[in-house]
């Protein structure tokens, strides 16, 4: 059964400061993917890595897949407030998609 | 709107009545995935459905829950004679074919929040 698992589960970083959430999974993963979720709303897509090595950047945000580590990385670059949400990654195989628990950010002046 | 769509938004029910939840997809896609999501917690796969099939129900309770996906209209979630513990918020997510073999992220809906009084 794939598991993944996210950390930190919660995190509280100044506007400016960069930091990393980690997502490890536990057996091969076809994909691997993250997503942004504002409280009382749904999930939004972010990133979707399909090959070791793949690293996509969007804004201030910066997603990373090493298959052979099984690990995925967010990176945050010089946050802003804006960015405060719950960020989910999820692994799949076939049809099967296994979030982890979700890292929720809070970002202070 | 053509994104996924569920409703209601929010649903209140007492304990032993039956809740159902429905799901358009968005159009153009025919697969359909139920989660269930726990305050403060991750999303817990529940069923994978296409038209008229049950894909993997690996993830629902074998007892009260049940979907479908019928040939024309919403796929449905029904939780029959609803305990506390079934309180969560429902979502929904489409993709047009098998999301995985893709690539391609799945939609999701704003969730139904069902609350067991």
């Known amino acids: 059964e794939l598991k993944v698992e996210q950390n930190p589960l919660f995190l509280s970083m100044q506007e400016g400061k960069n930091y990393t959430i980690y997502c490890n999974y536990s057996?091969?993963?076809?994909?691997l993917y993250w997503y942004r979720q504002d409280p009382g709303k749904s999930l939004e897509s972010l990133f979707v890595?399909?090959?070791?090595?793949a690293v996509k950047q969007e804004g201030r945000l910066m997603a990373s897949l090493d298959t052979k580590a099984r690990l995925s990385t967010l990176h945050i670059t010089a946050a802003v407030h804006d960015l405060s949400a719950t960020y989910f990654c999820a692994g799949s195989r076939a049809n099967d998609m296994r979030f982890g628990a979700g890292t929720r950010l809070t970002v202070k002046p | 709107n053509a994104g996924v769509m569920q409703n209601p938004r929010h649903l209140v029910r007492r304990r032993g009545q039956e809740a159902r939840l429905r799901c358009s997809p968005m159009?153009?896609?025919?697969?359909v995935y139920w989660y269930r999501q726990l305050p403060e917690e991750g999303l817990k796969f529940m069923v994978y459905?296409?038209?008229?099939?049950?894909?993997?129900e690996s993830g629902m309770p074998k007892e009260r829950f049940s979907a479908e996906f019928p040939k024309e209209g919403p796929s449905i979630l029904r939780i029959q004679q609803v305990v506390r513990g079934d309180s969560a918020a429902y979502f929904c997510a489409s993709s047009p074919q098998s999301g995985q073999s893709n690539g391609q992220p799945q939609h999701f809906g704003d969730g139904t929040r069902l609350s067991i009084l």
């Open positions: 890595l399909l090959s070791n090595g």
């Open positions: 057996t091969t993963s076809d994909r």
């Open positions: 159009k153009g896609h025919s697969h």
């Open positions: 459905l296409q038209k008229e099939n049950i894909i993997d």
